[in-house]
């Protein structure tokens, strides 16, 4: 199985920017869907990027679209989220996560199958 380490979060003021990374050990990304999700306190977690297994597309929540990128770089077996334009609303923790590429493409947290601990980004106004 592929074990998830999430790194780059911090406290940032409004319009101002975060790259996230997610490093992988253990098996390659090659072999998983990608994703990005963000959970409040209190709040179920929710889908904020996806990438296929090849990098041949993407998917993003309407409330990042235009902001937030999702790439991957399977040789250094690593997956970003670069964040612009920053909101106060943004503010939560971010976790990444990998869904076995042979099963569908799918954007629902609770279909991914392995999970970063998650980093913190706040956002202050």
């Known amino acids: 199985q592929v074990q998830l380490v999430e790194a780059g979060g911090g406290l940032v003021q409004a319009g101002g920017s975060l790259r996230l990374s997610c490093a992988a050990s253990g098996r390659t990304i090659s072999s998983y869907h990608m994703g990005w999700f963000r959970q409040d306190p209190g709040k179920a977690r929710e889908f904020v990027a996806t990438?296929?297994?090849?990098?041949?597309?993407?998917s993003y929540a309407d409330s990042v679209k235009g902001r937030f990128t999702i790439s991957r770089d399977n040789a250094k077996n690593t997956v970003y989220l670069q964040m612009n334009s920053l909101k106060p609303e943004d503010t939560a923790v971010y976790y990444c996560?990998?869904?076995?590429?042979?099963?569908?493409?799918?954007?629902?947290?609770?279909?991914?199958?392995?999970w970063g601990q998650g980093t913190q980004v706040t956002v202050s106004s």
């Open positions: 990438i296929t297994w090849s990098g041949s597309a993407t």
């Open positions: 996560a990998a869904r076995y590429k042979y099963r569908p493409y799918v954007n629902t947290a609770g279909d991914y199958d392995y």
